[in-house]
């Protein structure tokens, strides 16, 4: 993983949020008033907290995106900076409102999010340096903003990067950004937008269909399935710990996968990987606070060796 | 309601926060994800949206509380100034967080609040000014400082001027409180912690115990009940309005209603306008934003005359 200067071993494009999180015994019912227990105010969104965790794992990386000026932006800015996520893409618009979300987490670690995307224009081509794309080894994107996740995956491929995505919600044109895709992990609801009911494999082979090399489906406590172009289809379990927060844990699946393919390891030990990170993940609250060091994975997957 | 220089007619002593207010389509189920259709960031608090209530109607105010010198600080006071409610009395807390609210709004107005203190110590006497109470007309207490709002009642009293309680939840010591108060007004919850299912009339009862000349008890869409000492018992139904949001309905309540007080309307007047304001401001997102002015409360009473 060495890096020349100005070149970052993983470029992300996509969604970053100042989060609020709050911390209540039971998830309210409607039309009641509840006083949180704890708050917590970080920054989010699953590109940047991807991005967070591969540099707890010693991985250089740069995001590109956007923030508003108002006054969640430098909060959002710092949050990546200071875990030294480069920020030169990290584009502010002048009367503009940040991503943020409030999110509240049960004693149970259940988190309920409410989110608000930021009222920026969208990226456009010549907010992007493509030298910052082209000289990474891997682009990680979420498809919010589908038509610059195209250009910059498009880009990425002609360039033979590798290129991951993190689909929560199966957006208009997303399929489009699809054909671009090598390596696709997406939420149980995206899946179920795909295929309805007729469960992960169906929906895993029909994201092979546009030319992935591996396709994942995450289920929260129920794990997850991949499938590989290569046939192998397998089911990965959560492991157990004592869970504070859930939030974030797929964008920090999403990070130990990454670190997985730079390291050149068989789907089957990212995977393993990266649910070994996310679980770690959970024992504090907040997306981010939590995220473990190598070292750290290490411990944990070796427990009881 | 002349004002001096430096006096006010109402003073009001209690919790200002900053409200990030986030519109639904429904309530979510746990464990999901919500995108909002729209957000608001506005002052709120139930003394500081009475003041701003007041204000609106013309009424000279004040308010004493506490931020931190967070962010969200100097926004919740100049959501104040900005409505010419006072703020000398606003004292800023070094190193200390403000109180905040997240509010989720369903197309049906119902509200989720989901809020939490400021981490500030509570007010003590030497930061209050008693002579801007004893020059007032009015003291509004909502009683979560509880030890301050007992010594500022208690100076009000001796001085013969009108308090008046927002009851929200039935705090420790609360009922201490309850002694020296000349109207007060609680939520259903309040009613319910006092005396269990037993209904308002027993409630109010009670409250009347306490020496106060007239209790309200506040019921959403089922209007409100009073009783006085007089042994004036009615009920006030809503008024039917197309509703948006009924953040701060409350608060705007106490202030229409210490409107009236200030006019020495009879009560069943001040119950009955306090109704109108709470009901015109539900007609926009936001706790204060569709807040009335005197003329359109006067146009909305007299509406089908």
Known sequence: MSKKMNQFDVVGLGQCSLDIIGRIDDYPEIDTKTELNETLIQGGGPVATALVTLARL???TAFVGKIGDDSFGPRIRSGLISEGVDCEGLVTEVGARSQF????????GHRNIFWKRGSYRPLVKSEIDPKM???SRILHLDGLQVEISVLAAKLARKHKITTVLDGGTLRPSMLEL???IDH???SEKFAWQLVGDEGPKVALEK???????AATVTLGVKGSW??????????????AVNVVDTTGCGDVFHGGYIYGLLRQWPVKAAVRFATACAAIKTRKLGGRTAIPTLKEV???LHRGD
């Not at 979300?101 to 149970?108: E, K, L, N, S």
């Not at 991949?226 to 492991?239: D, K, N, R, S, V």
Request: aromatic content about 16%; some cysteine.
């Open 226 to 239: 991949t499938l590989t172009a290569a046939g192998e289809f397998f089911h990965q379990p959560i492991y």
């Open 207 to 213: 994201l092979l269909e546009y030319g992935c090399a």
């Open 133 to 135: 794309i082209v000289s």
């Open 184 to 186: 696709a992990i997406v």
């Open 178 to 180: 699809m054909r671009y």
């Open 101 to 108: 979300a409030f999110v509240a987490v049960d004693q149970d």
């Open 58 to 60: 010693g991985v250089s």
């Open 298 to 300: 290490e411990a944990f």
